[in-house]
């Protein structure tokens, strides 16, 4: 990868990130990264990017094609103007901050910027994301291609076109892996309840979820298939299987409410 890019933060997130693009081939040699001081020589002499605590450090000669927002959503406000000389149309502003909106960032970068906003989940950390991106108008198809490497080197990509369904992105894939979390503490405490020694209902509980995903991710099959061939008529996961599908109680319910709390909490960020 050829990208010039500028890295505005390199926290856990950024970090992931900027690892990934490494390994898969991004010349350091064009990567800057915003960060504090201490951070940003740490970065230099472990990756050979560019470290740098501002953007007047940054060569005029440099022109970033990618710039990525990859900082808490309540800094952005504070400094969002600094980037309005870096405008222009080979240049794309790609954002992961939750909750700030398209909008958002027209109007402080003005309607012409290529702006393009992303949802990751934290399993981007180990190169298993699922980032969800939405493009503005001005965004070229060499631009959402741009994007689209930089994110696929930690997880897969999906694209919208209504930037309203982001909030259930954020509700489904972005806190998504905490609910897979609780899901193992769920299921480790029924262990508990069931006999086994803490310690061992816990290893049952987390093995058996990650074991899961990657035969999830390894097989052609449908989650659907997958689970219809564990279950024996009438056996023991049928007769669980009957509690956790109860449409009224079920699993199916449980997290259409979940999911519909946390839709309407990102509306509520968002605005």
Request: hydrophobic content about 45%; charged content about 20%.
């Amino acid at each position: 990868m050829k990208t010039r890019l500028l890295l505005v933060g390199c926290g856990k997130m950024g970090g992931a990130m900027l690892e990934g693009w490494l390994a898969r081939g991004l010349n350091a040699n064009n990567v800057y990264v915003i960060e504090q001081a201490e951070t940003a020589e740490n970065l230099e002499t472990r990756l050979g990017v560019h470290g740098i605590t501002e953007l007047s450090e940054m060569p005029d000669t440099f022109v970033p094609q990618v710039v990525l927002f990859a900082v808490k959503p309540q800094v952005l406000p504070d400094i969002l103007d600094l980037y309005k000389p870096l405008v222009r149309a080979e240049t794309v502003f790609l954002s992961i901050a939750a909750g700030r909106t398209s909008e958002f960032f027209a109007s402080r970068l003005g309607e012409t910027a290529r702006i393009v906003r992303a949802m990751p989940n934290t399993p981007a950390a180990v190169s298993r994301g699922m980032t969800v991106m939405f493009p503005t108008d001005y965004v070229s198809a060499a631009q959402r291609d741009m994007c689209e490497t930089l994110l696929r080197a930690v997880g897969e990509v999906s694209w919208i076109t209504d930037e309203s369904l982001m909030d259930a992105v954020t509700a489904v894939s972005g806190s998504g892996p905490a609910y897979i979390f609780h899901m193992v503490e769920a299921l480790a405490q029924a262990g508990v309840t069931a006999g086994l020694p803490e310690e061992q209902a816990m290893l049952l509980a987390r093995q058996t979820v990650v074991g899961a995903g990657f035969l999830l991710d390894e097989s052609p099959e449908t989650a659907e298939t997958l689970r219809k061939n564990v279950t024996s008529p009438g056996g023991t996961t049928a007769a669980a299987l009957n509690v956790l599908m109860d449409p009224q109680d079920g699993l199916p319910a449980l997290l259409t409410r979940a999911v519909e709390a946390a839709r309407k909490r990102s509306v509520e960020l968002a605005g």
